[in-house]
């Protein structure tokens, strides 16, 4: 069945959807992106996507197209028009068309960003298979750029790291920069070690993850101990277990890195735990 989608204010049939082939979010990956899952009807971390989304904007000095409560409404029509029990909103803003390829920026008094978002039903989203049975991971060198904080479309490098991992018969790659996991993929990254969950720290070298921080908030709640710093492939690998967050996979255990099983090589209790936790405490706050 076909989806409605939302272009620019408009709620369209996607085969009726366009945008310009001057783009310039096609032609640059000038743009920036926010994904939002849905439970039972609702938007899980809404207000924490919608402010990343405008620090990006600001980062890269674009201006917002659309406001805070125009896109919360956009977000909010979608899921219903769609019929969206489980699932996600995708959102993207672009810098819009200037009517030909340049690389300066035009002027966004005239030229007006362009606003895409959909749906995408996921029935099974949180009684996912790699939920219950974890997932391995192998490692790729970070050769991304150094403004990983911004949520760009520029997604050929992650896209290839999942290609490799596929390759490898593995469920997703950790980037290592400098002898150290930035993140994965597409997902934050972490290890326990004894009681202690150990994640990378806040800086331009890693995504902002909307759901690391409620997970952190949580576990710090739940008398958790936890540590931000970078971790080495080697630290992983002895590691008593590890998982990864992110918007659509909320806690996600892995179990081996680079060949080596954690702990018994099933998930772990830290891990099951917050994602129990994540899942119910978002709840809560979903809109
Ligand atoms: N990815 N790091 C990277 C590189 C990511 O692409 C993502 C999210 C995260 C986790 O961020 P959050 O918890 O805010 O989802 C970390 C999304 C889900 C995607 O590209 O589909």
Same mark, same amino acid.
């Given at each position: 069945?076909?989806r ?14 366009? !945008? ?11 743009g ?33 197209? !659309? ?34 390829r ?15 978002m ?6 099974d ?17 970070d ?42 993929t597409s ?12 994640t ?5 070298d890693?995504?902002h ?37 992110s ?5 996600t255990p ?34």
């Open positions: 069945m076909s409605t989608v939302y272009v620019n204010g408009d709620y369209l049939p996607e085969e009726e959807a366009t !945008i310009s082939i001057f783009d310039r979010g096609f032609l640059m990956a000038d920036v992106y926010e994904v939002t899952s849905v439970l039972g009807g609702k938007l899980i971390d809404f207000e924490g996507h919608a402010a990343r989304l405008a620090r990006s904007l600001a980062e890269l000095d674009m201006v917002a197209p !659309i406001s805070h409560e125009d896109l919360l409404a956009a977000h909010r029509e979608l899921v219903a028009k769609n019929d969206i029990d489980n699932g996600l909103v995708y959102l993207q803003v672009t810098r819009g068309s200037a009517g030909d340049d690389f300066a920026f035009p002027d966004p008094e005239t030229v007006p960003g362009t606003v895409v959909f749906t995408q039903s996921k029935p989203l949180l009684e996912s298979a790699v939920a219950t049975t974890g997932i391995r991971v192998i490692s790729v060198p050769l991304r750029w150094h403004r990983r904080d911004i949520k760009t479309v520029q997604l050929l490098y992650p896209s290839m790291g999942k290609m490799a991992a596929k390759a490898a018969g593995a469920g997703d790659a950790w980037f290592v920069e400098d002898g150290k996991v930035t993140e994965g997902n934050n990254a972490y290890i326990v070690k004894g009681s202690k969950i150990v990378r720290e806040l800086s331009n890693i995504l993850g909307i759901t690391r921080s409620a997970v952190l908030r949580y576990a710090a709640e739940a008398q958790m101990e936890v540590e931000e710093r970078a971790f080495t492939i080697s630290e992983a690998q002895s590691a008593d277990e590890a998982f990864v967050t918007a659509t996979t909320f806690v892995v179990i081996e890195v680079d060949g080596a099983a954690l702990g018994d090589g099933t998930p772990g209790p830290v891990a099951k735990r917050l994602r129990e936790l994540y899942i119910e405490e978002s709840l809560k706050t979903a809109v």
